[in-house]
């Protein structure tokens, strides 16, 4: 790569090849950590950190078959599958994320897509949230376009839809829906006027190809995500992949490995928030800081997942 590959590129590009991707993630570790920081403080406050509280506002019994997920009806985690949590007992939860200090405030269901009957309670939940000053974010699986424009009209800051992995990749980990019912769940968030969330998950087995493919389908898209969550598997027993990958040198991603990762994200999509999300709990000391110091990262504190 030349040195001039950042220098004369715009702002913000559309146009990343994986060539350029690989070549990123192949710089001497320094050099990267340069250009992410450098890319960081040109666009957001040095050492700034969002924090973030998830709510999981409906638990367990997904049809999905997500393989690292222990809310999929498919694993065998000894998880419940609950109700949809009444809206007072969300606000209360999103009251005490706030008192905590969070900023934002994410709710969670375990559904493949949201049941129209059940659109009342969230919207409902969203307008609350959105009334104590926080910053509202749900994920509750595909979206058709009239219920993300009932989220839009609620006030919804950003919904949280992730692609995973790289489109090669993905079958690998989920078969119940394709990358492109993700894709076009975006869409449909994007057509509503809602910023987009939308990351993935590094570790689940994949090779630096995947992790190239992964960053490339998000740098891509006609307008990059807001919000980049990025993702360490906690493989959990039950799941496909906690499974396949305990006690084996692939259950955990190399911590240099993860940090190349978040550095990549944070060049190839500069104006975006990028996070550290799951996974933060296993990583060292060392680990948490040196990702942190290299992109715009948020903490995201879960209060039941």
Same mark, same amino acid.
């Given at each position: 790569?030349?040195?001039t590959l950042? $220098?004369?590129?715009p =702002?913000?590009?559309?146009d990343?090849?994986r +060539?350029?991707?690989? +070549?990123?993630?192949?710089l001497?570790f320094?050099?990267?950590?340069?250009r992410?920081?450098?890319?960081?403080? +040109?666009? %957001?406050?040095?050492?700034?950190? !969002?924090?973030?509280?998830?709510?999981?506002?409906?638990t367990?019994g997904?049809?999905e078959?997500?393989?690292?997920?222990? !809310?999929?009806?498919?694993?065998?985690t000894?998880?419940q599958?609950?109700k949809?949590?009444?809206?007072?007992?969300?606000?209360? $939860?999103? /009251?005490?994320?706030?008192?905590?200090g969070?900023?934002?405030?994410?709710?969670?269901a375990?559904w493949?897509?949201?049941k129209?009957?059940?659109?009342?309670?969230?919207?409902?939940?969203?307008?609350g =949230?959105k009334?104590?000053g926080l910053?509202t974010?749900?994920?509750?699986g595909?979206?058709?376009?009239h219920?993300?424009e *009932?989220?839009?009209? /609620?006030?919804? @800051?950003y919904?949280?839809h992730?692609? @995973?992995t790289?489109?090669?990749?993905y079958?690998?980990?989920?078969?119940?829906r394709t990358?492109?019912?993700?894709?076009?769940?975006?869409?449909h968030?994007?057509?509503?006027?809602?910023?987009?969330?939308?990351?993935g998950?590094?570790?689940?087995?994949?090779t *630096?190809?995947?992790?190239?493919?992964?960053? %490339?389908?998000l /740098?891509?898209?006609?307008? %990059?995500p807001?919000? =980049?969550?990025?993702n360490?598997?906690?493989?959990?027993?039950g799941?496909?992949?906690?499974?396949?990958?305990?006690?084996t040198p692939? $259950?955990?991603? @190399?911590?240099?490995?993860?940090?190349?990762?978040v550095?990549?994200?944070?060049?190839?999509?500069?104006?975006?928030?990028v996070r550290?999300?799951?996974?933060?709990e296993?990583m060292?000391? $060392?680990?948490?800081?040196c /990702?942190?110091?290299?992109?715009?990262t948020?903490?995201?504190?879960?209060t039941?997942c």
């Amino acid at each position: 790569m030349t040195d001039t590959l950042l $220098a004369d590129s715009p =702002v913000t590009r559309t146009d990343w090849t994986r +060539a350029e991707i690989a +070549a990123l993630f192949e710089l001497p570790f320094d050099e990267l950590m340069f250009r992410a920081q450098t890319v960081h403080r +040109a666009h %957001h406050a040095a050492g700034e950190v !969002q924090l973030c509280t998830l709510l999981s506002i409906k638990t367990g019994g997904c049809p999905e078959d997500c393989g690292y997920c222990s !809310q999929s009806a498919h694993a065998d985690t000894g998880l419940q599958a609950e109700k949809l949590m009444e809206v007072d007992e969300v606000l209360a $939860a999103a /009251a005490a994320a706030k008192a905590s200090g969070s900023q934002r405030f994410c709710m969670g269901a375990a559904w493949r897509n949201p049941k129209d009957r059940d659109m009342d309670a969230v919207v409902e939940m969203v307008a609350g =949230v959105k009334a104590m000053g926080l910053e509202t974010c749900m994920t509750l699986g595909m979206l058709e376009p009239h219920q993300a424009e *009932r989220l839009a009209e /609620a006030g919804l @800051d950003y919904y949280n839809h992730n692609i @995973d992995t790289s489109p090669e990749n993905y079958g690998n980990v989920i078969t119940t829906r394709t990358f492109e019912d993700r894709l076009d769940t975006l869409d449909h968030v994007r057509a509503a006027g809602i910023n987009v969330c939308c990351g993935g998950i590094v570790g689940m087995g994949e090779t *630096r190809a995947d992790r190239v493919g992964f960053i %490339h389908a998000l /740098a891509t898209l006609p307008r %990059h995500p807001e919000s =980049v969550p990025v993702n360490a598997l906690v493989p959990v027993k039950g799941t496909v992949l906690g499974n396949m990958l305990a006690d084996t040198p692939l $259950a955990k991603i @190399d911590d240099i490995e993860f940090v190349r990762t978040v550095a990549v994200a944070r060049i190839t999509m500069p104006m975006s928030m990028v996070r550290l999300s799951a996974g933060r709990e296993s990583m060292s000391e $060392a680990t948490q800081p040196c /990702a942190s110091w290299r992109a715009r990262t948020a903490s995201s504190l879960a209060t039941s997942c």
